[in-house]
Structures are given as C-alpha cells and as structure tokens.
C-alpha cells in the first residue's frame, strides 16, 4: 500500500498568483498588464469562469477589460470587437471564453487575434512556437500539467508518460511539452486498443478524456504519477458535483501522487492564464519576463 | 518463423511517379510545375541529393530551375535570391538543400519561403497546419512512411506505434500525421530508458535514429511492421555501402514487413517532393489537387 500524496492545486495557484502579483508591482511604475475577456451568449458555465478570471485580474493587479456580447452578434461584428482590442495599446490579453455560438467559426476568431495578446495560447503562430519547441505563448491547461509534475518529480527525463487524449487544447499540445522534457511519451485516445495496459505500464498518466472517474484505480500502476485534467458534470443528474476522469477514492493507496479534482489542475490553469497576461505584456512592451518555473 | 515481405519503396515511388507524370500531362494545357532548388557550396551528399531531384523533375515534366551558389555567400544575399523566387510566377516550390554553411541561419532562410512554395514543408506556417491536422504541405519524408504502411496494412487504427526520433523532419511530424490516422504513437529518443521493451510491445515501428543497424532482430515482436528512415555509412570507413537504422537480415523472419535501405524509403521521399510540387502548383494556380493516397 502506497500512500499517495495529494498534490494541491489551490496552494501552488496561491503561491505562483503571489509571485505574479509581486512581479506586477515590481513594475507598476513602469505599465500595468490589460488582459481583455470577451464572452459571447450566457452559457452559465462560462459566465462563471469568466468571472473567476476577472475576479483573479483583480486580485493581481492586472487591469480588466470585459466586453459581454449577445449570442446574436454576427461573425463580423465579433471580429470588429477583436480588431479594436488588437490595436488597443493598453491590451496585453485578449481571451474570448469557448464555446461560442455555432453561427461563428471559431478558427477564424482565434486567428484574428494578434498573436502576441494570444493568452490562451490558440493560434496557429503560438501552436506552431510550441510544436517546434521555440518561444510563443504555450496554452494553459497543458503548461499547468507541466508545473505541477516538475514539482511532485525532480525530472521527468526518460519517464514513461502516458497522455490519454489527443484535443488540441490538452493533449496534444502537453505531449509535445512532456516531450521537450525529455519524457517518453504515448498519446492513446478514443481508437486506443487495451488502453489499461498501456496504463499500468505508464509511470506518470495524465487523463483528458473527459468521463467522469473513468480510470480506474486497478489500471495505475503502484507509484505512478497521476495528473487528472477532468472537469466533468456527475453522472447523477441531481448531483452538483464536479469529478475528474480518474476515480480518485480508488487510485489513493496505488499512486505515488494524484491531483484531485476540483483543486488540482484546474485552479493552476487559471493562474497560468495571469501568467501568460504578464508575460505578453513585458513581451510587447520590452521588459524582462519573469521566470516562474 | 514468419515469412517477412520486403515492401519496395522503389516500386511504390516509380508508381507513384507514373502517375503523377500522368497528372502533369493532364493540366499541360493550363500549366506546367515549376521547382527551384537551390544548392550552397559543394557537399558531395548534398550535390548527389540536388542531382537526382533534378533528374526526377525532368523525368516527371516538372520544370527545373536549379541555383548553384557559392560557400562564401552571405545570407542577405541568399535570403534576396529567395525574395526572386517567391515573386516568380512559373515557380510553384522552392527547395533549399540542407545543410547550410555555419554563417546562415536555416531558420531564416526556411521562414523566408513562401509558405506556399515550401515543398519540404518545413515553414511554420506548415508546420502548424500538420500540428492541427489542417491542409498544408507537409515533410515528404514522413509522408513517405504513412504511405508505406497504408500500402501495408489496410488501417493504422489502434495499432501501436513506436516512432525513434523526435527531429522536426522525420519524428515529430511523423509521429502527429499517425496520431491524425488514428493509431496510438509512443515516441522514444536518446532519453528513453529499456527502449527495447517498447520495441517488443509496438505493432509498427518507424526507426529514425540515424545509428546503422542499431536495432536488433531480437528487440521485434513477431509480425510487426517495421519502417526504416534511416540513412548511415557504415561503420567500415573503406565501404561505402548504405546503412539503415535496422539490422535488415536479423529483422528477416521476424517482422511480418520491412523498407530495405537502400529502396525503401528514400525512393519515395523523393517521389512526395515531386508531388508536393504538383500539389502546390494545383493550390497556387487554382486547379484541383489530385489524390495519389
């Protein structure tokens, strides 16, 4: 029986928005970081993650800029909006809260945004900067994943590290990181044959899959390293809570170290998302950008 | 003891050039393809390599257009000799032959290419569009290997798949271009602990080490399928025979298929130059692209 270390999520997002709110006063003299969000409709889920993410621009000294359009307004409207916030010199985030209605693609959204205020790290110059592991904006989720298994392992070089998803916002993108660490990486996703052997092989798993406590706790291999990037609605329609793609309860006592869901990821994505705002800012405005890893 | 077929990249590549000689015969009335290659100094590999995609141009109907340029040339000047080629109408794809003199920044030189021209695939802007599975010219080598095993096996789906390699010719978008066919891809390198073990569990193997006959007959599970990328002299500095990165005859009764080296892969990396060449000239100039897969 292992005892399995829970790594926090919530304390190591507290203590990385520290050090971003310290580096923001650090150069209060000199700017202050604009990060602009934009959220189209009312879908309740991302009304509230918008407002977690201004709410976190405020409590770091990072200036808010919110537009809230109608889920009517046209593909060339939003556009116009994105175009204003591009040449807004104040702006060093532009982020535009997913999904949005189905009258707007949006690829072309993501691509009108000027790459260097691109926060979340979508668009095609950043995702190509990551794929050839050069400087850009890196998406959040991914770079959370990142953190969080630098800090619970001292190197990831060499480690069998299984990702169990393949979108372009989580695993793709964070195989290629784990990659760029000098991990060895398999990607296995919905076409995947005998995936709980791959997961028992595995000395860290990282599940973005999507269902609720669908890894179980017999396929993690004793010691390994669990990264769960779950955030998934219980199946009980009654039940309000929130469950990770790995079934948690089961897995404490075979894994070395778990992110538990909610408090794990989640929480250090949102920081990363103020990290990247500071980072765009110093970037466009020519001062150093401070070194969080 | 399994019977193993040898796959014939000569024959797959001299079809494939058949046909695609067909397809240029076909819009001789609109156009005729254009490619430029561009050749710095005198590696003897390297003028071997210019020579023969030279050869194959004429062979196929494309027209050639070849720059012999001195070691000495400074990358002002090779950067304004691509801006010639960029602006030139009748050139559909440019190609400069790796590797530069140490003075010239590949880099550089790469982003300088219309990314429409980019027949090795290599711009960003390219590379982006592989990364998120999008329409674009991708590298002719991996391409290569794809069509290799969709000649071999009716479908890649789930099978596992072991790339060596991580470069950004032949590993990383080899690896992502497998993905995108939906088999499970496990991607090793120097790094790598027990690389053996995961030879013995992978359906497929693509080597891309760049090490002669560094993998064993005895690291393959029976019936898989193996691809080799690599091109080695031997050891032996009196032969000058070419090496691959599998230790061909150990691999005989053992794999269920194999690329010879020579006349595997090579012959067909070649041929996917041609094509993207053709694919580029149908994209620029409006005409349908035609499909070789």
């Known amino acids: 029986?292992?005892?399995?270390?829970?790594?926090?999520?919530?304390?190591?997002?507290?203590?990385?928005?520290?050090?971003?709110?310290?580096?923001?006063?650090?150069?209060?003299?000199?700017?202050?970081?604009?990060?602009?969000?934009?959220?189209?409709?009312?879908?309740?889920?991302?009304?509230?993650?918008?407002?977690?993410?201004?709410?976190?621009?405020?409590?770091?000294?990072?200036?808010?800029?919110?537009?809230?359009?109608?889920?009517?307004?046209?593909?060339?409207?939003?556009?116009?909006?994105?175009?204003?916030?591009?040449?807004?010199?104040?702006?060093d985030g532009i982020l535009v809260q997913m999904p949005l209605p189905d009258h707007i693609d949006a690829n072309r959204i993501i691509n009108a945004i000027d790459p260097q205020k691109d926060v979340d790290g979508f668009h095609p110059i950043n995702a190509a900067a990551l794929y050839m592991n050069q400087k850009g904006l890196y998406p959040c989720t991914p770079t959370a994943c990142i953190y969080l298994l630098k800090q619970t392992l001292s190197s990831l070089r060499g480690l069998k590290t299984l990702v169990i998803g393949r979108s372009m916002i989580v695993g793709k993108p964070l195989s290629l990181m784990l990659l760029h660490e000098d991990a060895t990486i398999t990607i296995a996703h919905s076409q995947?044959?005998?995936?709980?052997?791959?997961?028992?092989?595995?000395?860290?798993?990282?599940?973005?899959?999507?269902?609720?406590?669908?890894?179980?706790?017999?396929?993690?291999?004793?010691?390994?390293?669990?990264?769960?990037?779950?955030?998934?609605?219980?199946?009980?329609?009654?039940?309000?809570?929130?469950?990770?793609?790995?079934?948690?309860?089961?897995?404490?006592?075979?894994?070395?170290?778990?992110?538990?869901?909610p408090g794990g990821v989640g929480p250090m994505t949102i920081a990363f998302l103020m990290y990247n705002t500071l980072k765009a800012a110093c970037l466009r405005r020519g001062y150093e950008v401070p070194d969080m890893f």
Not at 49 to 73: C, E
Not at 234 to 243: A, N
């Open 1 to 91: 029986m292992t005892q399995t270390h829970v790594i926090d999520g919530k304390e190591f997002a507290a203590l990385l928005k520290t050090k971003i709110a310290d580096q923001i006063l650090n150069y209060k003299q000199n700017f202050t970081p604009g990060l602009a969000t934009i959220l189209v409709g009312t879908n309740p889920s991302s009304q509230i993650y918008i407002k977690n993410k201004i709410k976190t621009s405020h409590d770091l000294g990072i200036k808010s800029y919110h537009l809230d359009l109608p889920a009517t307004i046209s593909e060339i409207a939003l556009l116009a909006e994105i175009k204003i916030l591009n040449e807004d010199s104040n702006i």
């Open 192 to 261: 995947t044959i005998d995936l709980k052997t791959l997961c028992l092989e595995a000395d860290i798993i990282v599940a973005a899959i999507g269902r609720p406590h669908f890894l179980r706790g017999s396929w993690i291999k004793p010691g390994a390293v669990i990264i769960d990037v779950g955030i998934n609605r219980s199946l009980d329609p009654d039940s309000k809570k929130i469950m990770g793609d790995v079934c948690f309860e089961e897995a404490l006592g075979r894994a070395s170290a778990i992110t538990p869901v």
